[in-house]
Each structure stands twice: as C-alpha cells, then as structure tokens.
C-alpha cells in the first residue's frame, strides 16, 4: 500500500516544519551560550591581568626594599616611591576612571624583614584589590572582592593569589 500523494505532502512538509523550529531552536541556544562564555573569559582575563599588575607591583616594591636596608616604603609615600605607571595601577576589574585600584598593607609600612612581630613572608598581605580612596589596607574589610567574591591578594614574599578577602586574617593586615 502506498501513500497517496497527498499524504506524502504533508508528511514531507511536517518534517521541514519541525526542522525549522529545531534550528531556530538551536540559534537561541548557541546565542545564550556563546553570550555566556564569552562573559566568563572576560572575566577570567581581567582577573588575570589583576594578578599580573599586583604581581608587579610587588616586585617593585621588594626591590624598593632592597634598594632601602631592607625597609619597607612608608605609607605616605609608597606610591610615588614606586612610580609606577598608571596602567599597572588599574586593575580591569575596578573602574578605569577610578585610578589606584590596590591598597598598601599599612602594618607594614617602614618595617623590616626582621622588624619585631612581622608573620612570616609567605602569611603577611602586602597589597590587595582595594576601594578604599587613600590605598591603604587597615583590615580585611578594607580589601574589595571585585573578582566574583574574591580579591586578589599580593604577599610579602612576592606571590599573589586569588582569595576570599577573609583569607587574608586580620593579623595579617594589623594595625599600624
């Protein structure tokens, strides 16, 4: 028996149908997704690129403290001590037209290696992601988590990480 030719019509014409609506289907699909990845690199680049201008910075700044009898720069004037270029200093995350956007461990200004009460290099936050507007780090609230929760923290024995704010513990920030 076969089918009439009416019938094959319409059973040819329910299959394009179907196949328009999966491809539509699909469109929306791949859109959203690529929507998506494409905001998850962004984010991973930009929080990449953080590290890499907190790793600098700290390189700078352990290399002011070597040029310095292993002195540490002074909060007032860690900044310009470095003179360091703005680019650096901008961490993508942070708004551009907000400059600086990294804080000083204040604890640690003008103290040596060896200075009585100083944590251990590998514990104690030298710089982190802050919005606070004189750059300097007094607690851990002082430290921004802009990278989806978490900050990017700098150390004093030059290794950067990304971690929950908390992570940095108060001792390790101080009071001047």
Request: net charge positive; proline share 6%.
């Amino acid at each position: 028996m076969h089918p009439s030719p009416r019938h094959r019509g319409s059973v040819i014409l329910e299959v394009l149908v179907v196949l328009g609506v999966l491809a539509v289907l699909a469109a929306v699909v791949f859109t959203t997704l690529k929507r998506h990845t494409t905001a998850l690199w962004d984010s991973s680049a930009r929080r990449s690129r953080c590290m890499s201008n907190e790793r600098q910075i700290s390189v700078a700044i352990l290399t002011y403290q070597q040029d310095h009898n292993d002195k540490l720069p002074n909060k007032a004037t860690v900044w310009s001590d470095l003179a360091l270029t703005p680019m650096i200093l901008t961490c993508p995350t942070y708004a551009k037209s907000k400059g600086n956007g990294y804080g000083y461990n204040q604890w640690v200004s003008g103290k040596t290696s060896s200075s009585s009460g100083m944590p251990s290099p590998q514990n104690l936050v030298l710089l982190a992601d802050s919005a606070k507007p004189d750059h300097l780090l007094t607690a851990n609230v002082d430290i921004d988590p802009r990278h989806t929760g978490n900050a990017v923290l700098g150390y004093v024995d030059g290794h950067v990480q990304l971690a929950p704010s908390s992570a940095a513990g108060i001792g390790r920030i101080g009071n001047p």
